[in-house]
């Protein structure tokens, strides 16, 4: 059994083509999914996108079982679509090539930095892309990636506009740079200037960090749309955003110059004041403020502004989901933020969960959980053992409904013991940072109506921990022998194995929790008894 790796194009296949809950893939070339991306740019700066995935006959027959009408599989593809301005031309199965084939149009794709100069910037990392062909007509690249089944090829093909010179590839910025002059002319004007500016209906407190990361694009804040439908060029084009009363101004986003028939699309991922976020108690209204300033034709400097209200959900609310619950059609769809979610609560950093994992370790006398395998069991027996000396037990949560959107009170692993009860989440949030402070690799199997922890032992081993048994007499094999139950159950229908270090290193960062005293175990009563031996070896004796 294996899990997804969460890198960017990884992302975009498992997010677009797996959440039917396909999580086992068949090894060797022939079982290599294709990826094929093309751009045809037109003279603005738009797309053409052509995307095509090409599937051994096995996967391509489970693909189309699951989505059936291929614009079911462009909804998948939404969440990756970040906040650009796309629309969605076509969608098809291709049965004969055993291959699917999306067309999409996005706006501003390309975006000037000078008179007739362009540049297009990849989100893919510096370095990650190979540049096969940089002609003056087209730019072929090759991006080699891992993903779930093994080593990940694809072409990325950007067919430059008609005129286009001096083509060139920045591979330090990952950013291609092209000259061309958009077509002479009156245009029809529809209105002088379009601009539009929506919100996110809500922003997640505990997803601070990744709200601030642009390259989790689907967490954006804000984004404003504006057209230039002159027939004449617009210059000095500027846009910042404030989220007001938690962040500070965004520095400006400039194009120099704004063509006729160009779109320019700006995004918002503000630098949120954590510790005011930390110490809401519950939701509230706040604003987000753009401010846009243009040059016109005539020399006239345009300066404007708009704001829109959305939700500030307090550090512990969360929903799953950007579709509202009318709209989610899947599970997977009503639960898509659920993989990053959960591992952004599992703060093994913090100080709370350090001390817990000094002290389990005295309990198991076993340094060396992460190297040592029977070490690493005994750590989680311990754990196991002080939940149950200290009474930690399972509780259930009501829902939480946020502008049509379902979600849940989460807790970290130090509320988990501050209030010594949490949900099936919770508990599996408090094993993951548990096992995660001592180096051992955590994971949060996750299924309709339920959530279980799973920790891998320096062997490889995976232990998956049914946590919810706890306070009802059961030890800690009877937790691994009902959660490999569990998880050969989750496999048959949907379902997210959630790879917390992986999440992680994708972008999924804890917020910094404000500090606790020293004797934050001591103050609540907490008793740490040396590690009983396990009840086979003690009938033994």
Same mark, same amino acid.
């Given at each position: 059994? @294996? ?6 194009i ?6 677009a ?20 991306? @093309?751009?045809?740019?037109d ?8 995307? &095509? ?5 096995a ?12 614009? =079911? ?32 149009f996005?706006?501003? #794709?390309?975006? &000037? /930095?000078g008179?007739?100069?362009w540049e ?27 993903? %779930? ?16 010179s ?10 291609? @740079? ?24 809500? !922003?997640?407190?505990? =997803? ?7 390259? =989790? ?25 404030? $989220? ?20 320019v ?6 630098? !949120? ?6 110490? !809401?108690?519950? /939701? ?6 753009? %401010? ?11 300066? $404007? ?8 959900? *307090? ?17 997977? %769809? ?21 001390? !817990? ?13 992460? $190297?040592?395998?029977?070490? *690493? ?21 009501? &829902? ?43 994971? #949060? ?38 959660g490999n ?6 496999m ?10 992986? =999440? %992680?290193?994708?972008?999924? @960062?804890?917020?910094?929790l ?8 001591? /103050? ?14 003690q009938?033994?004796?």
């Open positions: 059994m @294996r899990t997804f790796k969460f890198t960017r990884a992302w975009i296949i498992w997010t083509l797996f959440l039917a809950g396909s999580t086992v893939l068949a090894e060797g070339p022939q079982s290599r999914v294709q990826y094929h991306d @093309r751009y045809d740019l003279q603005v700066g738009n797309a053409k996108i052509t995307r &095509t995935f090409q599937f051994p006959p996967i391509y027959a489970k693909v189309k079982k699951d989505y059936q009408d291929p614009m =079911m599989l462009l909804r998948s593809m939404s969440s990756v679509i970040d906040w650009h301005e796309i629309t969605v031309v076509d969608g098809r199965f291709e049965d004969g090539q055993c291959r699917v084939v999306l067309e999409l996005q706006k501003g #794709i390309a975006r &000037t /930095s008179p007739n100069r297009i910037k990849s989100k893919s990392k510096p370095g990650s892309m190979e540049l096969i062909t940089c002609l003056s007509d087209r730019v072929v690249f090759h991006v080699a990636d891992q993903s %779930e089944w093994g080593p990940l090829s694809a072409t990325v093909f950007v067919s430059m506009c008609p005129g286009s001096e083509v060139e590839f920045d591979k330090e910025q990952a950013t291609i @740079r092209y000259t061309a002059a958009p077509e002479e002319g009156t245009r029809k004007v529809e209105s002088a200037i379009q601009w539009k500016m929506e919100t996110t209906p809500q !922003l997640m407190s505990s =997803m601070a960090k990744i709200h601030s990361n642009e390259e =989790m694009g689907m967490f954006w804040t804000a984004r404003s749309v504006f057209t230039n439908n002159e027939d004449k060029p617009v210059t000095k084009f500027r846009v910042r955003y404030q $989220l007001e009363g938690f962040s500070g101004w965004s520095p400006w986003k400039r194009s120099p110059i704004v063509y006729p028939g160009q779109t699309v700006e995004a918002f991922f503000p630098i !949120l004041d954590i510790d005011k976020l930390t110490k !809401l108690d519950g /939701s509230r209204s706040a604003s987000v403020i753009a %401010e846009y300033q243009y040059v016109n034709a005539d020399g006239e400097t345009i300066e $404007l502004a708009d704001s829109k209200n959305l939700t500030v959900l *307090a550090r512990n609310e969360v929903i799953f989901s950007r579709h509202s619950d009318q709209n989610a059609v899947t599970w997977h %769809e009503a639960n898509e933020y659920l993989p990053i979610l959960v591992a952004s609560f599992c703060n093994s950093n913090d100080p709370v969960i350090q001390q !817990l994992a000094g002290r389990i370790s005295g309990m198991a006398s076993g340094p060396a959980a992460s $190297l040592d395998s029977e070490d *690493a069991v005994n750590y989680l027996r311990a754990i196991w053992q002080f939940m149950e000396d200290n009474k930690v037990a399972y509780q259930t949560s009501p &829902t939480l409904k946020v502008n049509q959107r379902f979600g849940q009170h989460v807790k970290y692993g130090r509320d988990v013991l501050s209030n010594r009860a949490g949900t099936c989440i919770d508990l599996a949030i408090f094993w993951a940072s548990a096992a995660k402070a001592v180096g051992l690799k955590s994971f #949060i199997v996750i299924v309709p109506g339920h959530a279980f922890p799973m920790v891998e032992l320096p062997n490889g081993n995976r232990v998956p921990i049914e946590s919810t048994l706890l306070g009802k007499g059961a030890t800690i094999d009877d937790a691994a022998k009902k139950e569990q998880l050969e159950k989750a048959q229908g949907p379902h997210y194995i959630v790879d917390v270090n992986e =999440m %992680e290193n994708f972008g999924a @960062r804890s917020i910094d404000e500090r606790v005293s020293e004797d934050f175990f001591d /103050s609540l009563k907490y008793k740490f008894n040396p590690l009983a031996a396990p009840a086979a070896e009938k033994g004796r």
